[in-house]
């Protein structure tokens, strides 16, 4: 599935948590394709990118403790194509 990305913003300590570790992020009105789908811990739900492939970070999971893996996008920052917000039904296509 492709995707646009609207929402660059990136909150100051998100950008270091990241630049510590060199991971990329999308940028403002660049067309991506959907990798995967996964859930957070949160709930929320996030995608990984076929155009930006990052590094594992640490992450505090509430039942494992610190575990390490590809950061992923929340779908609130992007659209479709024809400029609607992604659903999760739209996701059910892409390989998990």
């Known amino acids: 599935m ?5 929402n ?11 630049a510590e570790f060199g991971v990329q992020t999308p940028k403002r009105d660049k067309m991506y394709t959907v990798r995967q789908v996964k859930r957070h811990t949160t709930g929320e739900t996030g995608i990984l990118l076929n155009e930006i ?13 610190e575990v390490w893996f590809e950061p992923t996008f ?4 992007f659209a479709t194509l024809m400029g609607q917000p992604v659903r999760q039904e739209e996701l059910e ?3 998990v």
């Open 2 to 6: 492709e995707v646009i990305c609207t």
């Open 8 to 18: 660059d913003n990136f909150a100051a300590p998100v950008l270091a948590f990241y």
């Open 53 to 65: 492939k990052n590094p594992d970070v640490p992450v505090k999971h509430p039942v494992m403790g």
């Open 74 to 77: 929340n779908i609130n920052r």
């Open 93 to 95: 296509d892409v390989n």
